[in-house]
């Protein structure tokens, strides 16, 4: 591999490594609701966080390299990571930080869209976004215990950067998020985690699974 595209992929890799032990691991303690015995420790939350972010970043960074959709990627794995941490620890994903991480997305693709001139594809994220949104709301109005209007709004930055590809992306990183979240719910119930009437936080599985889709098959 050419020298230019490692130094890429390494030096993503050690910022989501700081933004990860710092900035997000700050960001998601803070809006953890439960006292310190209910939360992982702080040290541990660095690390996972840190580790996390710098495999996504450094996956992202090899993938896609100096492609313009690149940052709004890397905002969405970074933020997926925070709200992974908040949904394992407390099954929720606040509107605080599911907001936010939609409008930075949604700008930081129209810069895209502004420097490639690949006005369709912001058209194609924008009805990505509605259309994911609408498929969790609906599984919400069926199995409200299934799945929580925190992973309905969460749909909408997933649905805009996966709409950005096209409709087989769109549905690889909808499906994918379901591969994952069934293969995490079957080693929960062996592991005695959880019960068959219990619930796993499918947040960790949405960011994997579109994760997954845009390395697996982003251009």
């Known amino acids: 591999m050419p020298l ?22 700050a960001w998601a ?7 310190a015995a209910g939360r992982m420790p702080l040290r541990a939350l660095r690390a996972s966080s840190a580790g996390t972010t710098a495999l996504l970043f ?24 925070a709200l992974s941490i908040v949904d394992l620890t407390e099954k929720r994903l ?7 991480t939609l409008l930075v997305v949604a700008v930081l693709l129209v810069v895209g869209a502004v420097l490639t001139g690949e006005w369709v594809r912001l058209a ?11 498929f969790y709301f609906v599984l919400a109005l069926v199995s409200p215990k299934a799945m929580g209007m925190g992973d309905v709004k969460f749909a909408l930055p997933l649905g805009l ?21 069934g293969v995490v719910a079957i080693v929960a119930l062996a592991m005695r985690r959880v019960t068959l009437k219990g619930s796993v936080p499918f947040g960790p599985s949405m960011v994997a699974g579109a994760m997954l889709a845009v390395v697996a098959f982003g251009a």
């Not at 450094?58 to 990571?81: E, H, I, M, S, T």
């Not at 606040?94 to 936010?100: D, L, T, W, Y």
Request: charged share 10%; glycine share 14%.
């Open 4 to 25: 230019a595209p490692v130094a890429l992929v390494v030096g993503a890799a050690l910022i989501g490594v700081v933004l990860g032990w710092w900035p997000l691991a």
């Open 29 to 35: 303690d803070r809006n953890i609701r439960r006292d």
């Open 58 to 81: 450094g996956a992202l960074a090899w993938r896609f390299g100096l492609d313009p959709v690149l940052p709004a990627l890397l905002a969405l794995a970074a933020a997926g990571v």
């Open 94 to 100: 606040p509107n605080a930080m599911v907001f936010p």
């Open 124 to 134: 194609w994220a924008a009805a990505g976004s509605a259309g994911m949104f609408l």
């Open 161 to 181: 950067a996966l709409g950005w590809f096209g409709w087989l992306m769109w549905v690889a990183g909808l499906m994918g998020a379901f591969l994952v979240g």
